[in-house]
């Protein structure tokens, strides 16, 4: 039995989990994934990388400022851009040559982490214990939970235990949260085909298709070919959202990226990949930074939607969560923002 559960291994879930585990909890965090990170993803493809989640870390709050500079000083990170085209702030953007992934990698260093496991459902015995069970694998039982999940998806699994165990303005406060989807096309192009642009990303507040597109190969120094991230609107993407087959709306952004940008040959790469973001960026979250179930066993939730900050959002929430925990459980010293110089 672990003291706490951590189902989400995303930015906030593994936040949760070193806090709690750094001062001595037994915890184990599970994901339904085959790589730790969520949305920070990074695919392999065509002999080189691509982020098609989150697109840079920027240093907006004191969490994601402490973060950069710890993965700066470890090489992990390194300043991409302080200009995206037509947005009117200047404030550096950092990368990950390895792809963004590798940020929730150094989060995971140390953690039982159990891959390829999606939990399915959540249930208690008397009170006294959390049991999470999986379809082809060996329940986890823990004396507390953290659900380090999308709301949306949050709700999925927690709405059977509204009647039994959980307070009904719980689920509502769960069922408040809403997010927007988002499509995101990875592009390659021919080596010969060097752009010459005057910008590493642009950003389409006005297009009604298109939201993002940047120079993925800028950010990598290898790179031997041009590869463009170009992510849809909200609204392209609820277009598609069950499309069974998303190659016409990746030609279609594609399409809308070279008209834009007046680079007629983005319309043609050699090759295209597209990956469908159900949960991108939560549209109406809430405004605290955890979401206590107060159920006699510790449950909370926690990620991006707790807050207005996204990256910044998550971190924090973890933090949060792990404090909520620490308080219910054994009132433990936690290492708080210093944790990832222990990493
Ligand atoms: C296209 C895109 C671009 C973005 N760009 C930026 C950006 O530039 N700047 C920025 O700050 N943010 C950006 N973001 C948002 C940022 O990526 C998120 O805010 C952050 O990664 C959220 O972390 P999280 O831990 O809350 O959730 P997630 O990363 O969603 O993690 C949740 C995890 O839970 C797992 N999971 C879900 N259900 C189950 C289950 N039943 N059982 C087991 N595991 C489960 C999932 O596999 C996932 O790994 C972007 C997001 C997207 C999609």
């Keep these: 039995m672990f003291d706490v559960a951590v189902i989400g291994a995303g930015v906030a879930g593994l936040t949760v989990a070193q806090q709690l585990q750094q001062c001595g909890y037994a915890v184990v965090v599970v994901d339904k994934s085959r790589g730790v990170g969520g949305r920070a993803a990074t695919r392999r493809l065509h002999g080189t990388r691509a982020d098609h989640g989150l697109r840079y870390l920027e240093p907006i709050g004191e969490m994601s400022q402490q973060l950069v500079k710890v993965l700066c000083d470890r090489n992990i990170l390194q300043l991409w851009t302080d200009t995206v085209y037509s947005c009117e702030s200047k404030m550096p953007r950092y990368v990950a040559s390895d792809g963004m992934s590798a940020i929730a990698k150094f989060l995971a260093t ?88 005057e910008w590493k990303a642009v950003v389409f507040p006005d297009n009604s298709d ?38 016409p709306a990746a030609q279609q952004l594609l399409g809308c990226a070279a008209a834009e940008l007046m680079i007629p040959w983005l319309d043609t790469p050699d090759w295209f990949q597209v ?10 979250p809430l405004v605290r930074s955890y979401l206590n179930a107060e159920t006699p066993l510790p ?43 222990n990493l």
């Excluded at 235990?161 to 809403?178: C, H, N, W, Y």
């Design 110 to 197: 140390g953690l039982e982490i159990k891959l390829n496991q999606r939990v399915q459902a959540i249930t208690t015995t008397d009170d006294k214990i959390w049991h999470l069970g999986f379809e082809a694998a060996e329940n986890i039982t823990a004396k507390a939970v953290v659900v380090a999940i999308p709301a949306p998806q949050a709700l999925m699994l927690l709405e059977p235990l509204t009647e039994s165990i959980l307070p009904a303005g719980f689920v509502d406060k769960l069922r408040s949260v809403q997010f927007d989807p988002c499509l995101s096309v990875i592009a390659g192009y021919p080596s010969q085909q060097q752009p010459n642009l």
């Design 275 to 284: 990956h469908r973001w159900r949960y991108a960026f939560p549209s109406h």
């Design 210 to 247: 298109l939201a993002w597109i940047g120079l993925d190969s800028s950010k990598r120094p290898d790179a031997q070919m041009p590869v463009f991230v170009i992510q849809s609107s909200a609204a392209f993407a609820n277009l598609y959202l069950d499309a069974q087959d998303l190659n």
């Design 299 to 341: 449950l909370i939730c926690c990620g991006d939607w707790c807050g207005e900050n996204l990256l910044e959002s998550a971190l924090n929430s973890g933090l949060a969560a792990a404090m909520e925990i620490d308080r219910h459980l054994n009132n433990l010293p936690l290492p708080g923002i210093n944790f990832l110089d």
